[in-house]
């Protein structure tokens, strides 16, 4: 999403530095207001609207896939109920589907979880200090060469309830820059989406700097199901999504309600 402004392909009278963090971070430090723009969990977001401006383009959605929960070899869904999840962050959006999932599925039994950076919980899983894990990011492409089981794609039960894609994560800006800045950020930001969408090889080779060690072909399946079309622009379908699973959320007691206001 971001290499055509890392490359010069953007014009803007603006500076841009890429800061790279995992998703709990940022999310933490868009309560605080920290950075202009940021990608955060559309879980965040309900904190953060009166700070930020949601924007059509950055958003990444599941379409039928999304986090899943993974466990033991051997491990049942009934046993959840009795054991500790291994969770990427409180306020990623995978953890407030993962709340509507268990309600939805096991009532007010009580979610038992700790929170484990997302790239160690499956590695955490295998040395046998959680059952059973949330995963994330490219876990979901790796988790059975890693000898883990599925129990639940939370992409799959979303689509299948509602018809919707699962909303992920967003890009924002500060309201406070003022609309002028606010609308040339949210030009920039579409710029470089539609320069990578454009220039997927030179994109990806980019991308592939902070790939964690995945390789070429499982880098380049990981950025299909996460930055395509609906990256470039939400549409209706994406905006209803994130406006459904806040309110199904707010309504669950998890989240506060939100007004949802998409600029452009």
């Not at 939805?104 to 979610?111: P, Q, W």
């Not at 039960?157 to 500060?174: A, E, H, M």
Request: aromatic share 10%; proline share 3%.
């Amino acid at each position: 999403m971001f290499w055509g402004l890392a490359n010069g392909q953007v014009e803007s009278q603006y500076e841009f530095e890429h800061i790279l963090r995992d998703i709990q971070t940022l999310n933490e430090w868009a309560m605080e207001g920290r950075l202009e723009s940021t990608a955060i969990s559309v879980h965040a977001f309900a904190y953060v609207a009166d700070k930020y401006a949601l924007l059509r383009h950055g958003g990444s959605f599941g379409w039928n896939y999304g986090p899943m929960i993974v466990c033991e070899k051997g491990f049942s869904k009934e046993e959840l109920k009795s054991t500790v999840i291994a969770i990427p962050g409180k306020l990623t959006s995978a953890f407030l589907e993962l709340n509507l999932w268990w309600k939805e599925n096991f009532g007010d039994a009580e979610l038992k979880f700790e929170v484990v950076p997302f790239d160690q919980i499956i590695p955490a899983i295998q040395e046998g200090k959680y059952q059973a894990g949330l995963i994330i990011h490219e876990g979901q492409l790796t988790f059975e060469r890693d000898g883990l089981h599925l129990i639940a794609d939370l992409g799959v039960w979303w689509k299948n309830k509602t018809g919707l894609p699962l909303p992920l994560g967003v890009n924002v800006v500060r309201k406070d820059l003022g609309s002028e800045i606010v609308a040339d950020v949210s030009r920039c930001m579409r710029e470089s989406i539609t320069a990578g969408l454009s220039n997927r090889k030179q994109a990806l080779d980019y991308a592939l700097q902070f790939a964690r060690g995945m390789d070429p072909a499982t880098s380049d399946e990981f950025v299909g199901m996460y930055v395509n079309e609906r990256t470039l622009d939400m549409g209706d379908e994406g905006i209803d999504a994130i406006k459904l699973l806040l309110k199904e959320g707010a309504k669950a007691g998890l989240v506060p309600e939100v007004a949802v206001e998409v600029v452009d």
